[in-house]
Every structure is written in structure tokens, then in C-alpha cells.
């Protein structure tokens, strides 16, 4: 995905990852400049974070899950691109439909999903819609207005069970 491109496999945004000895990561690479249009060498830097675990419901007994979910939308006769990713208590997503672009990012405080950071009037499915039932590879999930079908096409959960009261 990219926010000011409907060819993003056209768009050339490469690096090289090398950890630092602080918790983050130096990204360095090269890549088109969108205020010169010029190939142009850039340096990243990441904060390396541990996801927390985040309670799912299964009544009084509730397992924890540390896990990734990845959600991709991909409607070439509608232009339609978009993914999704879920990551512990992070949710975080693009999405393009023609010329518009919309990106949100959610953080599950207190044991409700927060939106963070919103931009374009596009809708991807909440981290709720998430939460609704057991997710399989290949299930399809949709926005709640039903503006897409995004399919599962990642998932992987580390559980372990705890006893936890409802909440």
C-alpha cells in the first residue's frame, strides 16, 4: 500500500534492518522523494516494543493471546486495497479504494479499543469486528458498513490459559 500511489507495486521503498543495542532498530535505504521525485537515500529509526497479551472472552475462563492477525482487502474491479494488522493490544491499517486513501491506528486501553489516528473517510473493519468470533485463514471479515471483504490471510496466537473474571 502506499498513500500516493494506485500502483504500489510500481513504488520502490527498500532498506536494510540493523538492530540497535537500545531496544530500536536503524532502517537505511532508498527511495523516491515525494516533495523532489528524486530517488533519494533515507534513515529510519524504530522503537523495538513487546505487544502486551490481550484477554479474549471464553466466559470465566479467559486465555491470553500474544498474537498477529492480518487482514488483506484486494477488489481489483472495485480498485480496492487495503490490510489490516493486529498485533497484541495495536491495531493498525490502510486502505485505498480509487484516488482515496485512509489509514487509522487503535490502542486497546483499559480494555476497550481506542482510535488513536484517523485520516481519509474510507472504513476498515474496527478491532471489535475483530474480536466477534473465532478467526480462521481465508475468513471473511467486513467493515460495518460493509464497504469491503477482507480476508484472513494471516494468524498466529500463543496462548496461554489463565483464570480471569469476566469482564
Same mark, same amino acid.
Given at each position: 500500500m502506499d498513500s500516493r500511489s494506485r500502483t504500489p507495486e510500481d513504488v520502490v521503498d527498500e532498506g536494510d534492518i540493523f538492530p540497535q543495542s +537500545? /531496544?530500536?532498530?536503524?532502517e537505511t535505504g532508498r527511495m523516491v522523494n515525494p516533495a523532489t521525485g528524486r530517488l533519494t537515500d533515507y534513515e529510519e529509526v524504530w522503537s523495538d516494543i513487546d505487544p502486551l497479551q490481550v484477554r479474549s472472552d471464553g466466559g470465566s475462563q479467559q486465555q491470553q493471546q500474544t498474537g498477529c492477525v492480518v487482514l488483506e482487502l484486494k477488489n481489483d474491479e472495485q480498485g480496492q486495497r487495503g490490510m489490516l494488522?493486529?498485533?497484541? !493490544?495495536?491495531? @493498525?491499517?490502510?486502505?485505498?479504494?480509487? /484516488? @482515496?486513501?485512509?489509514? !487509522?491506528?487503535?490502542?486497546? !486501553? /483499559?480494555?476497550k479499543w481506542q482510535r488513536k489516528f484517523r485520516v481519509g473517510d474510507l472504513?476498515?473493519?474496527?478491532?471489535?469486528?475483530?474480536c466477534r468470533g473465532p478467526l480462521s485463514l481465508g475468513r471473511k471479515v467486513f467493515? !460495518? +458498513?460493509?464497504?469491503?471483504?477482507?480476508?484472513?490471510?494471516e494468524l498466529k496466537h500463543e496462548h496461554s490459559v489463565a483464570t480471569l473474571s469476566s469482564t
Open positions: +537500545d /531496544d530500536r532498530t536503524l494488522v493486529c498485533l497484541g !493490544e495495536y491495531s @493498525q491499517g490502510v486502505v485505498r479504494v480509487g /484516488d @482515496q486513501f485512509a489509514a !487509522e491506528r487503535w490502542l486497546l !486501553e /483499559d480494555g472504513n476498515l473493519p474496527s478491532p471489535e469486528v475483530l467493515s !460495518e +458498513d460493509h464497504s469491503g471483504s477482507w480476508s484472513v490471510v
